[in-house]
Structure formats: C-alpha cells, structure tokens
C-alpha cells in the first residue's frame, strides 16, 4: 500500500471520529434540553403544589379589640395590616379580622372581649391598658399582642419586659416617668416665663395614677405650680377649660388617654381659643390642630406589633417574647397652631424639631 491510500485512510478515520463526535454532542445537547424541561416541568409542578398547599392552609383569625371608635384608628389599623403584609400575609388567604370598637365606652370592653374568646381567635391585638386588660381577663390561653401598653409590669399585665410569663406580650410606649417631665421642660422652653401650669387628665384611666406623682415632681423641678383639670366624658372639656382660665395657667399638658385620643381635634380647638400652649405625648393630636409633641410614633409601634403576631403564628409563645420599648422619640410641633395662639417657637426649639408642621 502507498503512501497516498493510507493518508486517505487516516482522513477518512477522522473524519468518521469527527462525525460520530458531533453527533454525540447533538444528542448530549438534545439531552440537556430534556433534562432542563424535565427540571423546568417538575419546578412548576412543585411551585404548583406549594401553592395549592398554601391556599388550602390554615386562615388565621386575629381579634382587635380598641377602646376608641374605628375612624379615629383607621390610620394605625393600617400600619398594622401593612406590617402584616410585609411579612406575606394577605387578607382573605391567610388572615381575616374580627374587629370590635367599644366607641369610646370602657364598660363596652368585657362584652368584646369575651366575643372574640368565643370566636376562638388565634391572636388578639389590643391598644393600651384597658383593652389588654379585658381581654386578659378573657382568657387566659389566647396570646393577647399590646400595641401600646402603659406601665405593663406595674399593672399587672407581665411579670417582666424581658420575660412577660403570660399570655401577653408586644410593645409598650413607656421608658420611665421622666418622658412627663420631658415634656413639661420642652413647655417652658417654648413659654420661657411659664409658672403655672394644667394637667388635663381623666382619673379614672388607669395608667394616670402611676402618671400623677412623677409628672408633679419634675414640675416643682422647673419651678412650676399644677393645677390637675378633670374630664369623664367628651361633654366636661369645654368645662376644662373654662376652669384653666379661672386658674390663670400659662400652658397644659395632657395626659394620654383614649377618650382624649378620640376628642383631640376639639381639644385642640379648646386649647386655641383660650390661647394655650399645650404638649402631648404624640403627634396625633398637633396633626389634628395641637400645638406640640413629644413621644414614640404610634404608627411605627402598631406596624411593629404585626412582627409580634407573626412570631405567635409560627409558634412562639408570648411568654417567651421581650416586651419592647420605643428606642425613637420624635418630637412634633406645629406653627399654625403656634400662629394662632400668638406664640413664636424660639428657633433653637424649631431647630430640635423631628417635623415641623406649617
């Protein structure tokens, strides 16, 4: 054999390995492409059924049981459900909402709360103090998420803010007595020749009694004489007032309170037409015409609750769940309000300001 026929042959022979490879690679490729549909299939198919799981799931029930009317709280409700929402819950699938308002009627509260015990609710989201009480003494089982508690520990809800022990937990506004006396400095700084000064409060609101003593004392601090002004009912503010200007106070602080929640636009009223500086403790009532704040955001605590309910629903106990305590004061003030009552804010208090409201 020639040279010629075995360089043929040698050719011929790549050629055959250069064919058999290419068809190899085809079908390694037509075979990536089944395997990546078969993947691309089984995905769905598992996605599907994870789905179809999720909608056949558990729908979870959450109470909410207020003190105050529901338009009031419209903004808060939805801090909450937006929390909840972020972290996946979508109302109808996963949750639904039974809601109870007392309209502002205390004695309304036990009737509620038993209500919501009966509809066997997994979780009840209260306010402050006398929802969760109420709905403490409902139960004793269901996890019960405050939203704003006063004084938790000194009234009796938790046996402490790191290990609650009960069947309640969430968040409190509190940090000690020295946010009233905070707020009472921030009145002086404002109406520097301040003397004499009201507390409008309501006694029979429980949080109040811890409230009254530690509020006079930073008072007499700052050289402040007291007045303390009652209220029961919506009916007694414009009294109130009348009794703060027979009392020839120079400024007001109000105490929280869910009754001056819900009335904080005619407070605000009262307290312009007597031409009175007034703080609260947050920045609802300067949003609805008051002059100043000085306090956690409520929205922020109501959207941070819902972190509190998803832990329930995954299995946490409230016993086991720190109560947590605002680490953000803001402090609020509005010029309007300042306007109308004659007032300039001295421009180092302006400067201090978190939002200034014009």
Aim: hydrophobic share 40%; aromatic share 8%.
């Amino acid at each position: 054999m020639n040279k010629t026929f075995w360089n043929r042959f040698l050719d011929s022979s790549s050629d055959n390995r250069k064919s058999k490879t290419c068809t190899e690679r085809r079908r390694s490729i037509q075979n990536l492409k089944w395997a990546g549909l078969f993947a691309i299939v089984v995905a769905l198919t598992v996605c599907g059924a994870r789905a179809e799981a999720q909608q056949a799931g558990k729908v979870y029930r959450i109470g909410y049981l207020q003190t105050s009317s529901r338009e009031p709280l419209l903004h808060l409700t939805k801090a909450f459900k937006d929390g909840m929402q972020n972290l996946g819950y979508v109302e109808g699938r996963d949750i639904t909402f039974e809601y109870r308002y007392a309209d502002g009627k205390p004695e309304r509260l036990p009737a509620f709360a038993a209500e919501l015990v009966r509809l066997k609710v997994d979780v009840i989201v209260t306010g402050t103090n006398p929802n969760t009480m109420a709905a403490m003494r409902a139960t004793s089982t269901i996890p019960i998420v405050m939203t704003n508690g006063n004084d938790p520990i000194g009234a009796g809800l938790v046996a402490s803010l790191a290990r609650p022990g009960g069947n309640i937990t969430g968040l409190t506004q509190d940090v000690g007595d020295e946010l009233w006396g905070k707020r009472l400095d921030l009145l002086k700084e404002v109406v520097p020749k301040l003397s004499r000064i009201a507390i409008l409060w309501r006694p029979s609101f429980e949080p109040n009694a811890t409230r009254r003593k530690p509020t006079e004392d930073a008072a007499r601090k700052l050289g402040l004489m007291v007045r303390f002004i009652e209220f029961q009912q919506a009916d007694d503010f414009k009294n109130a007032f009348a009794s703060m200007a027979k009392e020839r106070v120079g400024g007001v602080l109000v105490f929280g309170d869910p009754l001056a929640f819900e009335r904080r636009a005619q407070i605000a009223d009262f307290a312009v037409q007597n031409s009175l500086p007034t703080i609260y403790h947050i920045r609802e009532h300067v949003e609805a015409g008051g002059l100043m704040s000085y306090g956690a955001s409520l929205a922020d605590q109501w959207r941070r609750a819902a972190t509190y309910v998803d832990k329930i629903l995954k299995g946490a106990k409230p016993a086991d769940l720190p109560v947590e305590q605002p680490m953000k004061f803001e402090f609020v003030i509005n010029l309007k309000a300042a306007k109308q009552i004659g007032l300039t804010i001295p421009p180092n208090v302006l400067a201090r300001a978190d939002t200034v409201i014009k």
